[in-house]
C-alpha cells in the first residue's frame, strides 16, 4: 500500500515592499552614524590645535623664565631660571614632545573626519593620546609641586619662598602650568571623544 500523502510547510516569504522599506531604512541609519562620526573628527582635529598652542605657550613661557635680581655682589648674583631646577627642565622638554606628538597627529585626524567609518586611525590616536595623557600630567603634576613650594615654601626641610623676591620669573612658571594643565583637560576630551566615536562603530 503506498501513501501519496505528504506534509507541506509553507513558508511565508517576506514581501518585495517589505525589502525595499528595510533599505533606506539601513542607508539612513548608516549616513547617520557617518555623519556624526564626522562631527567627532572635526571636534578632535580643533582640539588638537587648541592643544597645540595650550602646549607651545606653556614650553615658550616655562623656557624663557629668567629673572636676575638687581641687587648682587661682587661674588653672588641673585638669579632664578628654569634651567636651575631640574623638573623644570624636564617639564619644558615633556611639553616640546608632547606638542610634536600633537603635529603630527593632525593628519590622522583629517582621516578621521575624511573616512568617519575608519577604525584604525581613530584606536591608534585613542592609544596614543592616553599615553601622551599620563606623560603631559606627569610632567604637569611634578612642575606645580615645584611651584607650589616656591610660592609657599617648606619650613620643615628649609625651602624658602623665593617668589617674593622673583615675582617674575614665579608668575611665568605658574603660567607655564596652567597652560599645560589646559593641554591635560584638552587631552582627556579627545581620548573621552575617540572612546564614543569607537563605540559606535
Known amino acids: ?3 501519496s500523502d505528504h506534509a507541506a510547510i509553507d513558508v511565508p516569504a517576506e514581501s518585495s515592499a517589505a525589502v525595499k522599506g528595510k533599505a533606506p531604512l539601513i ?11 564626522r562631527g567627532f573628527g572635526i571636534a578632535d582635529f580643533l582640539l588638537r590645535l587648541g592643544a597645540i598652542i595650550s602646549t607651545i605657550t606653556a614650553a615658550a613661557t616655562m ?11 661682587q661674588f ?7 634651567d636651575d631646577l631640574p623638573t623644570f627642565l624636564y617639564f619644558v622638554i615633556a611639553m616640546a614632545l608632547v606638542g610634536g606628538y600633537l603635529l603630527l597627529s593632525l593628519p590622522f585626524s583629517i582621516v578621521t573626519i575624511v573616512r568617519p567609518i575608519a577604525v584604525a586611525p581613530r584606536l591608534l590616536l585613542f592609544i596614543l593620546d592616553t599615553v601622551t595623557l599620563t606623560f603631559a600630567t606627569a610632567a604637569s603634576g611634578a612642575a606645580a609641586a615645584i611651584v607650589y613650594l616656591a610660592e609657599t615654601g617648606n619650613p620643615n626641610t628649609n625651602w624658602l619662598a623665593i617668589c617674593d ?5 614665579c608668575s611665568k612658571v605658574s603660567g ?15 581620548v573621552i571623544l575617540s572612546g564614543f566615536a569607537l563605540k559606535r562603530q
Open 176 to 190: 607655564a602650568v596652567v597652560a599645560s594643565f589646559v593641554t591635560v583637560v584638552v587631552f582627556v576630551v579627545l
Open 1 to 3: 500500500m503506498k501513501s
Open 63 to 73: 623656557g624663557t623664565s629668567d629673572e636676575t635680581l638687581p641687587l648682587f655682589t
Open 165 to 169: 623676591q622673583f615675582e617674575d620669573f
Open 76 to 82: 653672588f648674583q641673585f638669579e632664578a631660571s628654569f
Open 27 to 37: 542607508a539612513s541609519q548608516r549616513e547617520e552614524k557617518r555623519g556624526l562620526n
